[in-house]
């Protein structure tokens, strides 16, 4: 039987959190181990550009990203790491993806109509108001860096379904034009993997602001835990776990014995104060070997670059020779 290619980006905006961890980072490291799958992980630093970062943010972010996956144990021999801006042959076929995409599936994207809906809102008089082409023709690129390693699977969250689906159509409709060449994938929605909330009791996410960074210190992870937001309920009154984010997140990381320990201690009223020291040391203790090996990435970062490239280099032998056999689909060869 042949091989699952999973594949999958991260964009280089921003530090990993624990929320990333445990949504997208743990999982992946688990699968980046296992032989039966083929793995492709990369560092999306062309799709972080659409929003225009400042250049030092996009650069510190993919150091930070690649350091954290590293640190955390990512098999790099089984699985394929590195970054996008390192495959030439992912623009190419973005180009190449781009005449066979109508432009009536991109005003349908989630994302575009979300911008555009703001702006009808706030009475502008140009619905298109600060959305550059970057926003408008993200899923195209997205295509391509699927389309590109011939990925089978894709596991992404449940908010980028949308751009997996869209893959699905460009495929088509280009095998339909210039024969059976692109694989038609799958999105995986880890419906199983959690979403964790954040500091304010909203998702975790850096827009909001309200991130656990994965690597801060022990002193700022303490104080951040200890920033979480709970109700006003007494030390020995019964606490709910289903309206709780210090459970949440204690679940997220703990055995499933020392959750249901912690569970009885909700129902004996444990104090929140209590509950926030015990998912500290939880989550220290957890992260505590990896933050040394993070900061040894970080403050070597030639050594990440030389493992990027090698990436680049394993990923290239899948796209070089598919981009020639695309190229040659579409028309574009040597004269003679
Ligand atoms: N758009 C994805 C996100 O924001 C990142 C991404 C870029 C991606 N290219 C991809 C994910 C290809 C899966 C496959 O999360």
Request: aromatic fraction near 8%; include cysteine; charged fraction near 25%.
């Amino acid at each position: 039987m042949t091989k699952e290619i999973y594949l999958t980006g991260i964009t280089t905006t921003g530090t990993p959190h624990i929320g990333n961890y445990v949504g997208a980072i743990r999982p992946c490291i688990a699968a980046s181990k296992d032989k039966s799958k083929q793995n492709y992980y990369f560092l999306a630093d062309f799709h972080a550009l659409a929003k225009a970062e400042d250049p030092q943010r996009i650069a510190r972010s993919s150091l930070e990203i690649s350091a954290a996956w590293l640190a955390l144990g990512l098999d790099t021999d089984n699985a394929v790491f590195y970054r996008q801006s390192d495959i030439p042959e992912i623009p190419q076929l973005t180009w190449i993806l781009t005449c066979m995409t109508a432009k009536g599936l991109m005003n349908r994207a989630h994302s575009y109509k979300a911008q555009v809906q703001a702006n009808v809102e706030r009475h502008s008089k140009d619905p298109d108001k600060g959305i550059n082409m970057a926003l408008y023709s993200y899923p195209i690129l997205m295509a391509a860096d699927i389309l590109m390693f011939k990925s089978t699977k894709v596991p992404v969250g449940r908010d980028q379904k949308q751009h997996v689906e869209m893959t699905r159509d460009i495929a088509q409709r280009f095998n339909h034009h210039y024969g059976d060449i692109l694989v038609i994938p799958e999105a995986v929605i880890g419906d199983d993997t959690a979403v964790l909330a954040g500091l304010d009791g909203r998702k975790m996410s850096k827009s909001y602001d309200n991130t656990i960074p994965l690597f801060v210190d022990e002193k700022r992870l303490r104080k951040l835990i200890m920033k979480i937001k709970t109700n006003s309920l007494e030390p020995g009154e019964p606490k709910d776990i289903n309206d709780s984010t210090l459970y949440d997140i204690y679940k997220a990381f703990a055995q499933p014995d020392e959750v249901a320990e912690i569970e009885k201690r909700y129902a004996d009223g444990i104090a929140w104060g209590e509950m926030k020291q015990v998912l500290f040391e939880y989550i220290n203790e957890h992260i505590q070997p990896a933050r040394a090996e993070y900061q040894r990435y970080i403050d070597d970062p030639a050594e990440v670059e030389r493992t990027l490239i090698k990436g680049a280099e394993k990923a290239r032998e899948v796209s070089v020779p598919y981009l020639d056999q695309i190229r040659d689909a579409v028309g574009i060869r040597k004269l003679g």
